[in-house]
């Protein structure tokens, strides 16, 4: 679990194994789960998860730009090393939620109810030509209308 702010990663992590405990068709230490801040100590990694840059977190943390600008280390070292990673958005429980979905392409009853994927189960990304947080977010924005739209009555 990489951020830019390690408390914000430990907390992650925390509740997250709250949640996998909370499973018992998983074994207890299935995921080593480990909170960290630089990029280095992921190249490798199975499952890579990157909490999405706040600027609400980040400016109340008093890190503001140095927060962004540490972010967007993390997401380059990433792409530099090649390793592929999910990016957890949203509030925290969304954040589990997600990372839930991401690790249930180990462990299938990870996948919470309902919960909608990009692509076959385990779908990472890795892109190499943007790593702007406000694209990432346009774009979860638009597929979360399509959604809606969809579920509409006609």
Do not use: Y
């Amino acid at each position: 679990m990489l951020s830019d702010d390690p408390q914000a990663a430990q907390a992650t992590v925390a509740t997250l194994r709250s949640a996998i405990a909370a499973h018992p068709q998983v074994a207890p230490g299935a995921f080593d789960l480990l909170p960290a801040s630089n990029g280095l100590a992921a190249v490798g990694c199975d499952i890579c998860l990157l909490l999405s840059w706040d600027e609400g977190r980040s400016d109340a943390a008093g890190q503001g730009v140095t927060g962004l600008q540490a972010h967007q280390a993390l997401r380059q070292t990433l792409l530099t090393r090649q390793q592929p990673f999910a990016v957890l958005r949203g509030t925290p429980s969304q954040q589990v939620e997600q990372a839930l979905a991401a690790l249930a392409r180990r462990h299938a009853a990870l996948m919470p109810a309902g919960a909608q994927t990009l692509g076959r189960p385990g779908w990472q990304s890795l892109c190499e030509k943007c790593d702007d947080p406000e694209c990432e977010h346009r774009l979860l924005s638009q597929l979360l209308e399509r959604k809606a739209a969809a579920q509409k009555p006609a």
